[in-house]
T-cell receptor, first 114, second 113 residues
Framework: ETGVTQTPRHLVMGMTNKKSLKCEQH?????MYWYKQSAKKPLELMFV???????ENNSVPSRFSPECPNSSHLFLHLHTLQPEDSALYLC?????????????FGQGTRLTVV | DQQVKQNSPSLSVQEGRISILNCDYT??????FLWYKKYPAEGPTFLIS?????DKNEDGRFTVFLNKSAKHLSLHIVPSQPGDSAVYFC????????????FGTGTRLKVLA
């Protein structure tokens, strides 16, 4: 248990569906991240939120829409996805304190787009 | 452009021996480095980190070495145990600018009993 919880763990959706991934951290951290892991690729950074403000969008297609209502919760809204978007989506959090800090990851959501 | 590289996709080591996993980076702005361990269908678990002001950090069986001039770091696991079998990711971050972690492609370690 890392203190970062992601739901659902598995999701199968059609290309015309709308779904949302949820992430909650219980660590009191002030930064949250979405990463994507596809087969044989490094973890790809998608979005970064610092103190609820988005500070990084790594050229992610608009069919992925993040939302950070507070420092503890992060959502990834999905709509009109493509089969190549099937991947493991990982949420992480860290504590920004002017120095170095490690990121803690959730268990991930395995997404399959059919 | 791959800023963090792990050139060995896999490594097999006998139980009790040393495992050495390598990582190279290209961005000289990186000043904090981390190693994560990942089992299938789970999120990465933080193992050990090192700041650029150090060249070595040790935690139990795990030691990370940093060679800034070569832009190279390595993770040593000794003695290796079968439970260490997993995929290991190297990550780097720069404390200036947007705080984010850039990951390598991972090395799959298999410790043979």
């Amino acid at each position: 248990e890392t203190g970062v919880t992601q739901t659902p763990r598995h999701l199968v959706m059609g290309m015309t569906n709308k779904k949302s991934l949820k992430c909650e951290q219980h660590l009191g951290h002030n930064a949250m991240y979405w990463y994507k892991q596809s087969a044989k690729k490094p973890l790809e950074l998608m979005f970064v939120y610092n103190f609820k403000e988005q500070t990084e969008n790594n050229s992610v297609p608009s069919r992925f829409s993040p939302e950070c209502p507070n420092s503890s919760h992060l959502f990834l809204h999905l709509h009109t996805l493509q089969p190549e978007d099937s991947a493991l989506y990982l949420c992480a959090s860290s504590q920004l304190r002017g120095g170095n800090a490690e990121a803690f990851f959730g268990q991930g959501t395995r997404l399959t787009v059919v | 452009d791959q800023q963090v590289k792990q050139n060995s996709p896999s490594l097999s080591v006998q139980e009790g021996r040393i495992s050495i996993l390598n990582c190279d980076y290209t961005n000289s702005m990186f000043d904090y480095f981390l190693w994560y361990k990942k089992y299938p269908a789970e999120g990465p678990t933080f193992l050990i980190s090192i700041s650029s002001i150090k060249d070595k950090n040790e935690d139990g069986r795990f030691t990370v070495f940093l060679n800034k001039s070569a832009k190279h770091l390595s993770l040593h696991i000794v003695p290796s145990q079968p439970g260490d079998s997993a995929v290991y990711f190297c990550a780097a971050s720069a404390t200036s600018g947007t705080y984010k972690y850039i990951f390598g492609t991972g090395t799959r370690l298999k410790v043979l009993a």
